[in-house]
């Protein structure tokens, strides 16, 4: 089983402090341009200038996390550790930590398929007025979701998939799929009480 190190950088700004993760990164290992996630809260009908306007960013980061099960943990861990810190609140972080861990598995396990040569890219961002975003990408295929049957209906309740997509949409305030399927945006609003 190979040895996960986990390494922290901090760069402080003038009202922002971001942390970047990078799990396992190997030498020369890249995301293409595409790959980037937009990790802003604002709004889609806002302009880049009335976000920036309106925004109360107070703690981001971007996490590159290698293509094995057991990455899940350790990352998981550490981001919860800081979104307790800097913006979830207690009553939140059990629904925030099991859709993260979903995600995040989803991403390794359907999505790249365990493959070591491809990574799974996490970006969390708190924001006072508009709450946590949660983004994770992997380099996989993609898929429809609305293809997936709820594992409520008769002719699935036996079926293995599809549980962790429901979980995700019960425990979050908004769940969006985007870039054919390859990237998860997750949304828990301040004071929410799902």
Same mark, same amino acid.
């Given at each position: 089983?190979?040895?996960?190190?986990?390494?922290?950088?901090?760069?402080?700004?003038?009202?922002?402090?971001?942390?970047?993760?990078?799990?396992?990164?190997?030498?020369?290992?890249?995301?293409?341009?595409?790959?980037?996630?937009?990790?802003?809260? !604002?709004?889609?009908?806002?302009?880049?200038?009335?976000?920036?306007?309106?925004?109360? %960013?107070?703690?981001?980061?971007?996490?590159?996390?290698?293509?094995?099960? =057991?990455?899940?943990?350790?990352?998981?861990?550490?981001?919860?550790?800081?979104?307790?810190?800097?913006?979830?609140?207690?009553?939140? =972080?059990?629904?925030?930590?099991?859709?993260?861990?979903?995600?995040?598995?989803?991403?390794?396990?359907?999505?790249?398929?365990?493959?070591?040569?491809?990574?799974? !890219?996490?970006?969390?961002?708190?924001?006072?007025?508009?709450?946590?975003?949660?983004?994770?990408?992997?380099?996989?295929?993609?898929?429809?979701?609305?293809?997936?049957?709820?594992?409520?209906? !008769?002719?699935?309740?036996?079926?293995?998939?599809?549980?962790?997509?429901?979980?995700?949409? %019960?425990?979050?305030?908004?769940?969006?799929?985007?870039?054919?399927?390859?990237?998860?945006?997750?949304?828990?609003?301040?004071?929410?009480? !799902?």
């Amino acid at each position: 089983m190979p040895t996960h190190t986990l390494k922290l950088l901090r760069r402080e700004e003038a009202a922002e402090s971001t942390m970047s993760f990078y799990f396992d990164k190997p030498a020369g290992f890249q995301f293409k341009p595409s790959q980037y996630l937009d990790c802003s809260l !604002r709004d889609p009908a806002e302009t880049e200038t009335e976000a920036e306007a309106g925004s109360d %960013l107070t703690w981001r980061v971007d996490v590159v996390v290698a293509s094995t099960i =057991e990455a899940i943990s350790p990352v998981v861990d550490q981001l919860m550790h800081s979104l307790k810190t800097s913006c979830c609140p207690p009553e939140q =972080e059990i629904a925030v930590e099991m859709a993260l861990r979903e995600a995040l598995a989803n991403a390794i396990v359907h999505g790249n398929h365990e493959d070591l040569h491809k990574k799974v !890219r996490v970006c969390c961002a708190c924001d006072a007025k508009r709450g946590m975003l949660i983004v994770v990408k992997d380099q996989g295929e993609g898929f429809d979701p609305s293809k997936i049957p709820s594992p409520l209906a !008769r002719q699935s309740i036996l079926s293995e998939h599809g549980r962790g997509i429901f979980l995700i949409n %019960l425990l979050m305030d908004e769940v969006q799929f985007q870039k054919g399927g390859t990237e998860i945006r997750m949304r828990k609003y301040p004071h929410a009480t !799902r």
